[in-house]
């Protein structure tokens, strides 16, 4: 995930605007579609969210557990697809496995 001044709970260093945010989040999709296997190193080095010790993994979740942006696109792609997607809390760089 990579948050903006204006996500919920962003964390208390983040400081960049929405645009900003966006930027990253598109050159960090890029580089990993271009290499699927930097999406853990990736997502440990620059994810502002709590699943970065994890490489960026959250595992098992259900409609309730996520915001509806991010379970749609869950939902409606299969494994091994990546796609960004933005919810309150930033943006985030999903691969499905």
Not at 50 to 74: C, P, R, V, W
Request: proline content about 2%; glycine content about 10%.
């Amino acid at each position: 995930m990579i948050a903006n001044n204006e996500s919920n709970r962003k964390p208390p260093n983040i400081d960049r605007n929405k645009g900003e945010a966006k930027q990253i989040a598109n050159t960090l999709f890029r580089q990993i579609l271009r290499n699927k296997s930097k999406f853990e190193s990736l997502a440990e080095e620059f994810s502002d969210g709590s699943s970065k010790s994890l490489g960026g993994y959250l595992g098992f979740f259900t409609e309730n557990q996520i915001e509806s942006a991010f379970f749609d696109f869950a939902k409606k792609n299969r494994i091994g697809k990546i796609g960004l997607v933005e919810t309150s809390f930033g943006f985030h760089i999903v691969g499905l496995s």
